[in-house]
């Protein structure tokens, strides 16, 4: 069972990693924590999409674009 924790922000992207490492394993499950750019191409079981305000106009960027939000949206098996 693989699965994927994506963020579009790199702040977070590297608070998560921090917590669990870029990759963990653990009784069958693979944990892979990348950016939403990182993980173009890459599938996995279970996506899990982590977002938060993290900038100063406190808006959600990545949004604005379609192939962006489509990765985020289209990762899992």
Do not use: H
Request: proline residues 1%.
């Amino acid at each position: 069972m693989s699965i994927g924790v994506v963020s579009p922000y790199s702040a977070q992207v590297v608070t998560i990693q921090r917590k669990i490492g870029k990759k963990y394993n653990c009784n069958g499950f693979n944990v892979k924590v990348s950016s939403v750019d990182g993980f173009q191409g890459g599938v996995e079981d279970i996506i899990i999409i982590s977002t938060v305000w993290c900038n100063t106009g406190s808006s959600i960027g990545f949004l604005s674009s379609n192939q962006r939000t489509n990765v985020a949206l289209t990762r899992a098996r």
